[in-house]
T-cell receptor, first 114, second 115 residues
Framework: GAGVSQTPSNKVTEKGKYVELRCDPISGHTALYWYRQSLGQGPEFLIYFQGTGAADDSGLPNDRFFAVRPEGSVSTLKIQRTERGDSAVYLC????????????FGQGTRLTVV | QQQVKQSPQSLIVQKGGISIINCAYENTAFDYFPWYQQFPGKGPALLIAIRPDVSEKKEGRFTISFNKSAKQFSLHIMDSQPGDSATYFCAASSGGGTSYGKLTFGQGTILTVHP
């Protein structure tokens, strides 16, 4: 596609439920990143994929959070047993490769846990 | 060690004025310093970026000044326009086994340019 696409744009879920957030990166971009942006804050790194493998998951806050990228393109961020503190905008970004190159961000998924 | 501190939190300037946003970092391994612009409901978009081998980079009305010894860098927006009203984030990253896309962001500056 022309840009990084994230679905859904908005997600409201009840506390304790499971959610999946999808990211479709720019075609040909091998690296994919997930960030979380709380209200009034800068994005915080969660996890980074190079191809199909998670190269760095040091930003995942706990084991309720998990992400996959099985075919090296689309990625899904999965959150189990959601908590109200998980409410935030989840951003996805992609880059061509490991070289210094622009990270293109999607518009984000606004997750609200009620 | 990984923090990037940004100031001010908010900034109001008149049309045609100069907007200046400052950032300081701690991790000396950082070697890529981009600035992102974010409009409400949108993802961040790259504005301009600098490597530490130069002290200044200019692109149109936007200039980054970089002080390696002080571990500080700043964004200057000349001839600020109402359309520049947005939230600006400085960021930093490094290579060395991880990608430059793993960014550490500042807290953001909400810029308002009055007509």
């Amino acid at each position: 596609g022309a840009g990084v696409s994230q679905t859904p744009s908005n997600k409201v879920t009840e506390k304790g439920k499971y959610v999946e957030l999808r990211c479709d990166p720019i075609s040909g971009h091998t690296a994919l990143y997930w960030y979380r942006q709380s209200l009034g804050q800068g994005p915080e790194f969660l996890i980074y994929f190079q191809g199909t493998g998670a190269a760095d998951d040091s930003g995942l806050p706990n084991d309720r959070f998990f992400a996959v990228r099985p075919e090296g393109s689309v990625s899904t961020l999965k959150i189990q047993r959601t908590e109200r503190g998980d409410s935030a905008v989840y951003l996805c970004a992609s880059t061509r490769d490991r070289a210094i190159t622009e990270a293109f961000f999607g518009q984000g998924t606004r997750l609200t846990v009620v | 060690q990984q923090q990037v501190k940004q100031s001010p939190q908010s900034l109001i300037v008149q049309k045609g004025g100069i907007s200046i946003i400052n950032c300081a970092y701690e991790n000396t391994a950082f070697d890529y310093f981009p600035w992102y612009q974010q409009f409400p409901g949108k993802g961040p978009a790259l504005l301009i970026a600098i490597r530490p081998d130069v002290s200044e980079k200019k692109e149109g009305r936007f200039t980054i000044s970089f002080n390696k010894s002080a571990k500080q860098f700043s964004l200057h927006i000349m001839d600020s326009q109402p359309g520049d009203s947005a939230t600006y984030f400085c960021a930093a990253s490094s290579g060395g086994g991880t990608s430059y896309g793993k960014l550490t962001f500042g807290q953001g500056t909400i810029l308002t340019v009055h007509p």
